[in-house]
Nanobody, 124 residues
Framework: QVQLVESGGGLVQAGDSLRLSCVVS????????VGWFRQAPGKEREFVAG????????FYGDSVQGRFSISRGNADNTTYLEMNNLTPEDTAVYYC?????????????????WGQGTQVTVSS
């Protein structure tokens, strides 16, 4: 089993920045990639950013390219999502997830374990 705990969400104004954290623990030796998704009310879960666990290749959704950055802490199993120039359209619950498959994917079906989510609200 793998456990994920997100933190760092909150209420910010448009143009502000926010950093989310995801602590991954448990049987992480099979983890091949980690991703951030978000889900707004009435919408499907959307891929935001992802990173291969060992090699560190990064991938981003079109709507956040150039504004968000995913990274991993040097000494621990924490993955970060740095979000800059936030807009009200970024308002959603943000989820961290890990996958053990060989293929990196941008849809939820490629991910096996999920955190409980953290709310991000951006006011105009």
């Amino acid at each position: 089993q793998v456990q994920l705990v997100e933190s760092g969400g909150g209420l910010v104004q448009a143009g502000d920045s926010l950093r989310l954290s995801c602590v991954v623990s448990g049987r992480t030796f099979r983890t091949r990639h980690v991703g951030w998704f978000r889900q707004a009310p009435g919408k499907e879960r959307e891929f935001v950013a992802g990173r291969t666990w060992s090699a560190g290749r990064t991938f981003y959704g079109d709507s956040v390219q150039g504004r968000f950055s995913i990274s991993r802490g040097n000494a621990d199993n924490t993955t970060y999502l740095e979000m800059n120039n936030l807009t009200p359209e970024d308002t959603a619950v943000y989820y961290c997830a890990t996958g053990a498959g060989v293929v990196f994917g941008t849809t939820p079906r490629y991910y096996d374990y999920w955190g409980q989510g953290t709310q991000v609200t951006v006011s105009s």
